[in-house]
């Protein structure tokens, strides 16, 4: 190949390539089908959403929405992957990660992950009951999640145990009860709907805290 051809095929592929512009409109594109989509599942099943349906509810025709989404079962990945992404990145943003004393990180990142799970409780709910449809490539990237989640809170635990200021003897175990409690509203809201939200946050924050901090009030 000479200098010539090869210079003409590296500008075609920088051609080709999207801009970032591209990129972040497509992204958007992307989100704006997940949104949709999950209402779908949520009110009407995984089985019972078609493509159809989701093409009518983003206003997308079948073939471009065949663009931004490969199939139904990858938007249900991107909802898990949603989720999970909400979560880190308000742990983030909150400079959860960065506060050094462990009975105060770890209140405020409990805090943080049970206001996320309580305003996005219906695509949880729905999330637990279409689980089984997912395909094994797409669990295993949602379990390496959710892993993450427990580490996350796992290593608060074990640092605060370590500096006597936690009462645990397990934070593996201390860890996952944790990350399941988070979702008890999700799985339980016809019974626990007497409390509001704030009433919900405070009496869940104490219970689990109580758990692992010796004399919380």
């Given at each position: 190949m000479s200098d010539r051809d090869h210079t003409n095929r590296t500008r075609d592929n920088s051609e080709n390539k999207p801009n970032l512009h591209q990129q972040k409109a497509f992204q958007k594109k992307q989100a704006l089908i997940?949104?949709?989509?999950?209402?779908?599942?949520?009110?009407?099943?995984?089985?019972?959403?078609?493509m159809r349906d989701i093409s009518k509810a983003t206003d997308i025709n079948l073939g471009n929405l065949y663009h931004y989404i490969s199939s139904k079962e990858e938007i249900l990945c991107f909802a898990f992957n949603a989720y999970h992404d909400l979560m880190m990145e308000c742990l983030v943003?909150?400079?959860?990660?960065?506060?050094?004393?462990?009975?105060?990180q770890l209140q405020a990142a409990l805090r943080?992950?049970?206001?996320?799970?309580?305003?996005?409780?219906?695509?949880?709910?729905?999330?637990?009951?279409?689980?089984?449809?997912?395909?094994?490539?797409?669990?295993?990237?949602?379990?390496?999640?959710?892993?993450?989640?427990?580490?996350?809170?796992?290593?608060?635990?074990?640092?605060?145990?370590?500096?006597?200021?936690f009462k645990v003897d397990d934070p593996f175990f201390a860890a996952n009860m944790l990350v399941f409690q988070l979702s008890i509203y999700s799985l339980r809201s016809w019974n626990l709907?007497?409390?509001?939200?704030?009433?919900y946050l405070n009496l869940s924050e104490e219970t689990i805290l109580k758990t692992i901090i010796p004399n919380t009030t």
């Open positions: 997940v949104k949709k989509a999950s209402k779908l599942f949520i009110k009407k099943g995984y089985a019972q959403t078609s943003k909150k400079g959860i990660l960065n506060i050094e004393d462990p009975k105060l943080q992950a049970l206001e996320t799970t309580y305003d996005v409780r219906n695509d949880i709910l729905m999330m637990y009951r279409e689980t089984n449809v997912l395909p094994r490539k797409f669990l295993k990237i949602i379990l390496k999640k959710e892993d993450d989640l427990i580490k996350f809170f796992e290593g608060i635990i074990a640092r605060g145990a370590k500096l006597k200021a709907k007497r409390y509001t939200r704030e009433e």
